[in-house]
């Protein structure tokens, strides 16, 4: 059975930092691209990143670019998320997602295979 575990999230004041990780069990981590996600309330959820299985390539949203990094640590089975400068506007839950490692990273929502429960994050001004 593949689960995906998020940890890390909480509140942070306007400005602070988180760090989210994915803990991933069932499959092969490094058979798979992830992915990180977020839904607020009354919103679709949007792409936030992605990395390719090796950990070479990655992909942002262009509002987190500078201040976001997503890496992964295949050895632990493992996805993270780095959250620096953080907005209120960006209080979401935050999920992370994988993804079949031949067929690339991407944006959309719907080319994941499987996802996790979601954590919360909360930005207070």
């Known amino acids: 059975q593949v689960q995906l575990v998020e940890y890390g999230g909480g509140w942070v004041q306007a400005g602070g930092s988180l760090i989210l990780s994915c803990a991933a069990s069932g499959l092969t981590f490094s058979g798979y691209a992830t992915g990180w996600f977020r839904q607020a309330p009354g919103k679709d959820r949007e792409f936030v990143a992605a990395v390719r299985w090796t950990g070479s390539s990655t992909y942002y949203k262009e509002s987190v670019k500078g201040r976001f990094n997503i890496s992964r640590d295949n050895a632990k089975n493992t996805g993270y998320l780095q959250m620096n400068s953080l907005k209120p506007d960006e209080t979401a839950v935050y999920y992370c997602?994988?993804?079949?490692?031949?067929?690339?990273?991407?944006?959309?929502?719907?080319?994941?295979?499987?996802w996790g429960q979601g954590t919360q994050v909360t930005v207070s001004s």
């Open positions: 997602a994988a993804r079949s490692a031949y067929r690339g990273i991407s944006p959309n929502a719907y080319d994941y295979d499987y």
